[in-house]
């Protein structure tokens, strides 16, 4: 892990991680404002803003249901977090423990797929030649611009003669492929895989498929974590399918929570909390991992549109 | 017929080709079928290598949208299967239901509640963070914190914290002298607690977006300002807010498209219903289809509020590309 967060000195762009760089060229330029104390103030109310919810849920998920109404409020983490979790894990109704079994398989498996048939495609779009080439990548820009979401009831019945309905199949196949993933693997090749590289390659007498495994997928590797950590996070949220196609007996995580949310559980708030702390702390701990990656694309991604 | 441009290198197509060695014919066979080969892959490869996105997209996209339109003109049941075609009875039904504009206004509603403050919010915050400042990573990280989270596991700590008689909103309005405020009860103030939901979650990330972009504006034109005179405000909205449009039209229409589709925060709000409150006050198109669609199980009816939020999308967003377009024209 500590190996991707270290990009290689050969890395053409200063995409991912690039942060401590941007801020070093920034203190260099001229015409850069100076941050008053104000400026201070109002950035640390926003980041208290933003981690003030979470920090909430683990008070609540840590005491007992009394807690998330008492007066004064509150605001330290008590002792009960082991216990809520004891209870979180036996209790029936939510199947927790096949919630974070389906959510951990669908969303691996789904980061997995988006990243290789992203890579190929990206890959194919931006370097080799053939006919239809342009058309196709045009094709790709419109899949995104596309709100196939709205094709959700015939998804449904498709589900349905397959036979995949209320199966974890069906939160899987429908996405393995992403024309967002398409999209950035397509600009990333273009200007960090020279055609020399390629070529170099070709004239070893390497075949295409030999080229884009050996070559083109280790240079990808920066955007290939991005796109995989945004595709993992994508489908561990993802409620409203799941929602539709499967059944709390064999739910997501997502499902699981809100099944406590709307059972007769639902003033147990330390149960539910608990139950949300589990759902959020994989995405935290991906996020305090690759966070810095993330937003160095993010950024990145911006210019280009 | 070559894919990749050989850069005026001399042509050597195979390893062995050279020295050539015409007496031995074996060797020759077996290049030549290396070229073929050769040649094939060149010529097929680039189809496997787009052929798997194109497929899936084509069976799990492309096809159930377009099936949509069939669905939608049709008398389609869960149980029934299809009992017939309707022609437009569907889309009549559709345009004199209450509740089908019922949840169109909700969700403009909330569109403009969500995205109008988020995106102002977050240009100020862009702004504030393209000073020169330290630990500029703690800040970044802490803004984009947010956007990693579980939705619904937030939207359940928001419904909590919004909570009439036990949340802590309405505690401390209550030092201000206001009395308890029914969130979940009134149209507008359920709009806001879901707003608030969505602000907390896309305003970091979007201030990011923003920020790159500024940090791409050219500083010299801040310093011509500055000289003539131009206060930091001035800057702000005579400069950044300019030369940010395009970005600015990026992410209008990447918070359109997803506000059009709102559903978790809201179903998570009204405890995983999708009736959006007692008078379905907050209840969103994408709720409506959900309703319609999958506990109704009426398919064929369903499937026209579906493709009539299709067209809805797609018509925004055509304009907001008339729109930069334009822009971008009259620059």
């Given at each position: 892990?500590?190996?991707?967060?270290?990009?290689?000195?050969?890395?053409?762009?200063?995409?991912?991680?690039?942060?401590?760089?941007?801020?070093?060229?920034?203190?260099?330029?001229?015409?850069?404002?100076?941050?008053?104390?104000?400026?201070?103030?109002?950035?640390?109310?926003?980041?208290?803003?933003?981690?003030?919810?979470?920090?909430?849920?683990?008070?609540?998920?840590?005491?007992?249901?009394?807690?998330?109404?008492?007066?004064?409020?509150?605001?330290?983490?008590?002792?009960?977090?082991?216990?809520?979790?004891?209870?979180?894990?036996?209790?029936?109704?939510?199947?927790?423990?096949?919630?974070?079994?389906?959510?951990?398989?669908?969303?691996?498996?789904?980061?997995?797929?988006?990243?290789?048939?992203?890579?190929?495609?990206?890959?194919?779009?931006?370097?080799?030649?053939?006919?239809?080439?342009?058309?196709?990548?045009?094709?790709?820009?419109?899949?995104?611009?596309?709100?196939?979401?709205m094709?959700i009831i015939p998804?449904l019945m498709?589900?349905?003669?397959?036979?995949?309905?209320?199966?974890?199949?069906?939160?899987?196949?429908?996405?393995?492929?992403?024309?967002?993933?398409?999209?950035?693997?397509?600009?990333?090749?273009?200007?960090?895989?020279?055609?020399?590289?390629?070529?170099?390659?070709?004239?070893?007498?390497?075949?295409?498929?030999?080229?884009?495994?050996?070559?083109?997928?280790?240079?990808?590797?920066?955007?290939?974590?991005?796109?995989?950590?945004?595709?993992?996070?994508?489908?561990?949220?993802?409620?409203?399918?799941?929602?539709a196609?499967?059944?709390?007996?064999?739910?997501?995580?997502?499902?699981?929570?809100?099944?406590?949310?709307?059972?007769?559980?639902?003033?147990?708030?330390?149960?539910?909390?608990?139950?949300?702390?589990?759902?959020?702390?994989?995405?935290?701990?991906?996020?305090?991992?690759?966070?810095?990656?993330?937003?160095?694309?993010?950024?990145?991604?911006?210019?280009?549109? | 017929?070559?894919?990749?441009?050989?850069?005026?290198?001399?042509?050597?197509?195979?390893?062995?080709?050279?020295?050539?060695?015409?007496?031995?014919?074996?060797?020759?066979?077996?290049?030549?079928?290396?070229?073929?080969?050769?040649?094939?892959?060149?010529?097929?490869?680039?189809?496997?290598?787009?052929?798997?996105?194109?497929?899936?997209?084509?069976?799990?996209?492309?096809?159930?949208?377009?099936?949509t339109?069939?669905v939608s003109?049709?008398?389609w049941t869960l149980?029934?299967?299809?009992?017939?075609?309707?022609?437009?009875?569907n889309?009549?039904?559709l345009?004199?239901?209450?509740?089908f504009?019922?949840?169109?206004?909700?969700?403009?509603?909330?569109?403009?509640?969500?995205?109008?403050?988020?995106?102002?919010?977050?240009?100020?915050?862009?702004?504030?963070?393209?000073?020169?400042?330290?630990?500029?990573?703690?800040?970044?990280?802490?803004?984009?914190?947010?956007?990693?989270?579980?939705?619904?596991?937030?939207?359940?700590?928001?419904?909590?914290?919004?909570?009439?008689?036990?949340?802590?909103?309405?505690?401390?309005?209550?030092?201000?002298?206001?009395?308890?405020?029914?969130?979940?009860?009134?149209?507008?103030?359920?709009?806001?607690?879901?707003?608030?939901?969505?602000?907390?979650?896309?305003?970091?990330?979007?201030?990011?977006?923003?920020?790159?972009?500024?940090?791409?504006?050219?500083?010299?034109?801040?310093?011509?300002?500055?000289?003539?005179?131009?206060?930091?405000?001035?800057?702000?909205?005579?400069?950044?807010?300019?030369?940010?449009?395009?970005?600015?039209?990026?992410?209008?229409?990447?918070?359109?498209?997803?506000?059009?589709?709102?559903?978790?925060?809201?179903?998570?709000?009204?405890?995983?219903?999708?009736?959006?409150?007692?008078?379905?006050?907050?209840?969103?198109v994408m709720?409506l289809i959900f309703e319609e669609g999958f506990r109704f199980n009426n398919y064929g009816y369903g499937s026209a509020i579906a493709w009539t939020l299709?067209?809805?999308?797609?018509?925004?967003?055509?304009?907001?590309?008339?729109?930069?377009?334009?822009?971008?024209?009259?620059?």
């Open positions: 892990m500590t190996t991707t967060l270290n990009p290689p000195p050969t890395r053409p762009t200063p995409a991912g991680g690039g942060g401590r760089n941007r801020a070093r060229r920034a203190k260099g330029s001229s015409g850069m404002r100076e941050a008053t104390p104000l400026t201070y103030i109002g950035l640390t109310i926003t980041v208290l803003l933003s981690v003030f919810p979470l920090w909430w849920m683990f008070v609540v998920a840590s005491r007992d249901s009394a807690a998330a109404s008492a007066r004064p409020p509150q605001f330290l983490p008590g002792g009960n977090f082991p216990a809520n979790l004891e209870r979180l894990f036996a209790n029936t109704t939510a199947n927790f423990t096949l919630g974070l079994t389906n959510s951990a398989i669908s969303a691996t498996v789904l980061a997995v797929s988006v990243v290789l048939f992203s890579s190929m495609a990206g890959f194919a779009l931006a370097k080799l030649r053939f006919k239809g080439r342009n058309v196709a990548a045009v094709g790709v820009v419109v899949t995104m611009a596309v709100p196939v979401q094709g998804l498709l589900m349905g003669w397959f036979g995949w309905r209320g199966e974890i199949i069906s939160i899987i196949v429908p996405f393995m492929v992403s024309g967002f993933g398409v999209f950035m693997m397509r600009q990333y090749c273009i200007q960090a895989i020279p055609d020399e590289l390629l070529e170099a390659a070709r004239m070893d007498g390497c075949s295409t498929f030999r080229v884009y495994w050996s070559v083109v997928l280790p240079a990808l590797r920066p955007a290939m974590i991005v796109l995989g950590l945004l595709t993992f996070m994508t489908q561990w949220n993802e409620f409203t399918w799941a929602l196609v499967l059944t709390p007996s064999n739910p997501t995580v997502q499902l699981a929570i809100n099944q406590l949310n709307q059972s007769a559980y639902s003033r147990d708030f330390a149960l539910m909390f608990t139950g949300s702390v589990v759902a959020t702390l994989p995405l935290l701990i991906l996020f305090f991992v690759l966070g810095r990656q993330l937003i160095g694309r993010i950024m990145e991604g911006a210019i280009k549109s | 017929m070559t894919l990749l441009r050989r850069g005026g290198a001399p042509p050597r197509d195979t390893e062995g080709a050279t020295p050539p060695d015409p007496s031995n014919d074996d060797r020759k066979r077996r290049e030549q079928r290396q070229i073929l080969l050769t040649r094939l892959d060149l010529r097929t490869s680039p189809y496997l290598f787009i052929a798997p996105f194109f497929l899936l997209f084509a069976v799990f996209g492309l096809f159930p949208l377009l099936y339109v069939w003109l049709h008398d149980l029934g299967g299809n009992q017939g075609f309707v022609g437009i009875d889309y009549v039904r345009a004199q239901d209450a509740k504009w019922n949840a169109l206004y909700n969700t403009f509603g909330m569109f403009v509640l969500g995205v109008v403050p988020q995106l102002l919010l977050a240009m100020f915050l862009a702004d504030t963070l393209s000073r020169r400042i330290r630990a500029v990573n703690f800040f970044r990280m802490g803004l984009l914190l947010p956007y990693l989270t579980s939705v619904a596991a937030v939207a359940i700590v928001f419904s909590q914290l919004f909570g009439t008689e036990f949340g802590l909103v309405n505690y401390a309005l209550g030092f201000f002298g206001i009395d308890p405020v029914n969130w979940k009860g009134g149209t507008f103030s359920s709009w806001a607690v879901i707003a608030v939901m969505v602000d907390w979650r896309w305003t970091g990330y979007n201030a990011l977006i923003y920020l790159a972009a500024m940090t791409a504006i050219s500083k010299d034109l801040y310093e011509a300002a500055s000289i003539d005179g131009a206060s930091r405000m001035r800057q702000f909205w005579q400069i950044t807010v300019p030369m940010l449009r395009p970005t600015i039209i990026f992410t209008v229409i990447v918070s359109t498209i997803g506000q059009m589709q709102l559903f978790t925060e809201p179903v998570i709000f009204d405890g995983g219903s999708v009736a959006g409150g007692t008078q379905g006050q907050f209840q969103t709720m299709f067209v809805l999308i797609v018509l925004i967003g055509a304009l907001n590309a008339l729109l930069s377009s334009r822009i971008k024209g009259a620059q």
